[in-house]
């Protein structure tokens, strides 16, 4: 999975389910838990931003920064290059 965004989250809540980075926090660990691969792209964020998606990403090599159009396609490319070995298991 990617997730691209600039980490400017609506601070629409629902019910007892905490702030928005709270619930980005939980729906991201609930995603993990089920084996899926989170890559993270946090584009033209504030600080609070790259931070929840520091923590959204499988790992320090899964989350990437860009601030213009030629770093986020390189963090795409990058992207793309790790997922190219990867192979369907029967």
């Known amino acids: 999975m990617i997730i691209m ?9 629902y019910g007892s389910q905490g702030n928005s980075t709270e619930q980005a926090r939980a729906l991201c660990d609930s995603i993990k838990e089920k084996g899926v691969v989170i ?3 946090a584009f033209q964020a504030p600080e609070s931003g790259e ?5 959204c990403a499988s790992s320090t090599e899964h989350a990437f920064k860009a601030s213009n159009g030629a770093e986020l396609k390189a963090s795409y490319q990058s992207i ?3 997922i190219s070995d990867l192979r369907i298991k029967s």
Do not use: K, P, Q
């Open 80 to 82: 793309a290059t790790s």
């Open 39 to 41: 890559f993270t792209i």
């Open 5 to 13: 965004t600039d980490g400017e989250f609506n601070n629409h809540l």
């Open 51 to 55: 931070d929840v998606l520091s923590y």
